[in-house]
């Protein structure tokens, strides 16, 4: 069963935590709306709280697999005409500039609620899947990078699975044809919750 949330309070999956809505492109029309309306009434609650919404698209273009993010800002960009987007293919947030965007936010943003946008590794059955979850982002978890924990709500589109070979090197076998049906998904799931919420 779906759980809903409306709270305001290259990443390794772990186990599921409380608070995940998981889809991917078989997922029923209802369900995916559910979860569109799930981020609709999130943003709404956002703003009439006087808090600006910011996505926050983390990864590099570099590899195939860490590319999530950045393209599904790019989308975001283009498809919703949405302004307050951070990471795309022509300006990646990633470990090197983490800290000076997320600083950024914080000065440019009243009271910002940040939803980000990241890659994970997972089961080879999840491969496909996106998780919406409820609670900061840790990025970096899977190439074992400390970067500061980010965001109040996150999106990881699980682009490949774990193994005992190097995750760097996951990352670049990754198919581009994955990352693109997931960052196509995601930027879908935030352009019609932002229409709805605006409506």
Known sequence: MMNTFRRHKLHEVAPKPKNTLQFNEQTAPEALQAIIDNLSAILRDARSEQREVVYLCIGSDRYIGDSLGPLTGSLIVENAKIERVYGTLEEPIHAFNLKPALKDIQKTYHHPLIICVDASLGAKEQVGDVLFVDAPLMPGKALERMLPETGDYHFQGIV????????????????????????????????ESEQQASQ
């Open 160 to 191: 490949n699975y774990l193994d005992p070979l190097p995750t760097s090197q996951f990352l670049n076998d990754t198919r581009l044809h994955t990352v693109m049906k997931l960052s196509r998904l995601i930027a879908h799931v935030i352009t």
